[in-house]
């Protein structure tokens, strides 16, 4: 799944005209929840799904009479219907859903390339946009500072928003402010996952977790093994003294870790100074009796052990899904 920081990395690689749609409503079930969004390029290509591929086609079709205009219409898809008298060809998913579809216009593509440097220091972003003018809307971060294009009080109270919103959730809606309708979504960075080993079984978790959206950076003491013949996809290689190494990395609280070394020693060693740090999430590769005895007869509760969910994994591949699908839950669970 593409993540929206790499959709805006997208739009400001590829200077074609495009158009972002967004879920913007939904009553009833949908297949992807408010704040989903797809970016439709003029020559047919998209990035991101809004729906199974109910919608896509329909929103590309529409997209032709936006490119280039610095417009935006909202498209309602009913897909509730359960035979082909409804919307499509009986999709059934039981839900109406809201559609923005904006163009993405000089202005626009100047604030996304300042909302990339700001979601690269690892921080949320409000972002509201009026529904009946396309042209009004704003970017808010943590300390207040504002881009894009607004005029006047806004309408929501920005501070409670991103103070209380828990992180990785979607939170997004829309509101009224007098005669006024405006929508409002947390844009969240792209979430970086620490994998601390590179051995065989390293391989399918990074790749499998680079395609659910995250960051991955590996971290290894033999350069043989991290390298990017074995890890093509990774954002990053560490190789080194790994003690060393993770003392001079900038976590962040956001950051996600999983340590698969293989050696009782170290991981001894990597989790007395990662204790030191808040973290999003963090697990840690073997059974809890032997992660009792890393951690000199207790486990801490915010350590996971064994890693993964409980799927009755096996091999590599198994133990990458259990994992990968541990880490999507933590990021859901407020949701």
């Given at each position: ?43 047919g290509s998209r990035v991101g799904l809004l729906s199974g591929g109910c919608l ?183 190789v080194g003294n790994i003690e060393e190494t993770i003392q001079n990395i900038a ?71 259990s994992i990968v699908a541990e880490l999507i839950a933590a990021r859901r669970r407020?949701?």
């Amino acid at each position: 799944m593409i993540s929206f920081h790499e959709l805006v990395k997208e739009v400001l690689t590829d200077h074609q005209p495009a158009v972002l749609a967004t879920i913007i409503h939904v009553d009833g079930s949908a297949y992807r929840k408010k704040g989903a969004c797809m970016l439709v390029k003029q020559d047919g290509s998209r990035v991101g799904l809004l729906s199974g591929g109910c919608l896509e086609s329909d929103v590309y079709s529409r997209a032709q009479e936006i490119f280039d205009t610095g417009k935006a219409e909202i498209y309602r898809y009913d897909l509730s219907a359960e035979d082909d008298l409804g919307w499509g060809t009986g999709a059934g998913c039981n839900g109406i859903i809201s559609v923005l579809v904006r163009d993405i216009d000089l202005a626009f593509r100047q604030s996304l390339t300042i909302l990339i440097r700001q979601l690269e220091k690892i921080e949320p972003i409000l972002f509201i946009q009026s529904v009946s003018n396309v042209t009004k809307y704003i970017f808010i971060n943590e300390s207040g500072d504002t881009f894009g294009h607004w005029q006047g009080d806004l309408p929501i109270e920005r501070k409670d928003i991103l103070q209380f919103t828990p992180p990785f959730h979607q939170h997004a809606g829309m509101q009224t402010n007098g005669e006024e309708a405006f929508y409002f979504q947390v844009i969240w960075p792209q979430p970086n996952l620490y994998i601390i080993g590179a051995g065989e079984d390293a391989r399918p978790l990074a790749q499998l977790a680079g395609q659910t959206g995250y960051a991955v950076h590996m971290l290894d003491w033999r350069e043989a093994l991290c390298s990017k013949l074995n890890f093509p996809t990774a954002n990053s290689l560490y190789v080194g003294n790994i003690e060393e190494t993770i003392q001079n990395i900038a976590f962040h609280p956001l950051d996600s870790v999983v340590i698969m070394t293989h050696d009782f020693q170290r991981d001894m060693k990597i989790l007395q100074y990662l204790k030191k740090l808040p973290f999003f999430y963090i697990g840690i590769l073997g059974s809890r009796k032997r992660t009792e005895r890393v951690m000199d007869g207790q486990i801490p509760p915010w350590l996971q052990s064994p890693v993964g969910l409980s799927i009755g994994a096996e091999g590599p591949e198994e133990i990458a899904v259990s994992i990968v699908a541990e880490l999507i839950a933590a990021r859901r669970r407020n949701e």
